[in-house]
């Protein structure tokens, strides 16, 4: 083997090694930074934003095309239906809130949707809170979402995706 055969040999090594590299480097980025959802058993109890610890358990998940408040009802916009979830948690000293989007099995997200058009109250919470109450606290989460994407429903995940690592994205799955 020539001087010159020696050179290009050993610089196609170093190319592949650099590339090998790179590619498991940005293998690894890419799986860091795309969340990875795993579902829960219907009904069971997890933490879904790796942020807080605010245990959470989704009791129910409906549509509905129209929201009754205590004073008021309001239809949903033509094409689109309301999801209301219902989750059970055990409150946060710290005073964590239950921030959840409604995700899709294709991966789309929808935030929770402010009833600011509908006069009245809803018989619970929109929110989590860290007061003490009698019984189970519960809180009502309502999602304004195309009717197509109904049948489509996977479950309630943190809103937050910054969170960044290889660890799955809890999805709180309604009981069968």
């Known amino acids: ?27 690894y980025i890419n799986a860091r930074n795309t969340p990875h959802y795993r579902q829960t058993e219907p009904g069971a109890v997890a933490v879904p934003d790796q942020n807080s610890r605010l245990q959470l358990r989704l009791v129910s998940l409906v549509t509905t095309a129209t929201m009754v408040t205590s004073r008021d009802s309001a239809h949903a916009p033509a094409g689109a239906l309301y999801v209301v979830a219902v989750v059970e948690y055990v409150p946060d000293p710290d005073g964590s809130l239950c921030w959840l989007d409604l995700l899709a099995v294709d991966g789309r997200r929808w935030a929770t949707t402010e009833l600011t058009e509908v006069s009245g109250e809803r018989e619970l919470p929109t929110s989590c809170s860290s007061e003490p109450v009698n019984g189970t606290p519960r809180a009502e989460l309502i999602y304004l979402v195309p009717e197509q994407a109904v049948n489509s429903l996977a479950g309630l995940v943190s809103s937050s995706t910054a969170y960044r690592t290889t660890d799955p994205y809890w999805v709180l799955t309604p009981p069968g």
């Open 1 to 27: 083997m020539t001087e010159r055969v020696r050179q290009w040999l050993r610089a196609a090594i170093v190319f592949t090694l650099v590339v090998a590299v790179a590619g498991a480097w940005l293998g």
